[in-house]
């Protein structure tokens, strides 16, 4: 009997081949598969949004990235792809920190110049 299995984390292929008769031994191959252009992300949308609506000089940098993500995963450099992705999930997720902390601080500061205003 042969079971096949894919471990989605480790992107192997595994096939576990169970002897027909008794007392033969087990064996267990492993094979190695590339990463799936399916599975890299170039985060466009997020980077869109950031460019438009979160902070328009990280998105802008952040949707850059973004592109030229998406154009290597389409050439089939995959490494390229990820290194880029990366890069933009960065810039976005710090566009987001940045313009969160200032719209905090503003907030604060309206706050406590209303309540000394009223006070």
């Known amino acids: 009997m ?3 299995f894919f471990s989605m984390e480790s992107q192997q292929f595994q096939t576990i081949f169970l002897p027909e ?3 033969s031994r087990v064996r267990l191959e492993t094979i190695l598969t590339p990463a ?3 599975l890299l992300q170039d985060y466009i949308v997020w980077s869109l949004y950031s460019f438009v609506w979160v902070n328009p000089c990280l998105g802008l940098a ?3 990235f973004s592109i030229k993500a998406q154009d ?3 050439v089939g450099d995959l490494e390229a792809a990820r290194e880029y992705g990366n890069k933009a999930i960065c ?3 710090f566009a987001l ?3 969160s902390v200032i719209v905090l601080v503003i907030i604060i500061f309206f706050t406590l110049e209303i309540l000394t205003i009223h006070s």
């Open 21 to 23: 008769q008794p007392g």
């Open 72 to 74: 290597r995963k389409v």
């Open 36 to 38: 799936s252009p399916l």
């Open 97 to 99: 920190i940045v313009t």
């Open 62 to 64: 952040a949707l850059i």
């Open 91 to 93: 810039l976005n997720a």
């Open 2 to 4: 042969i079971l096949h």
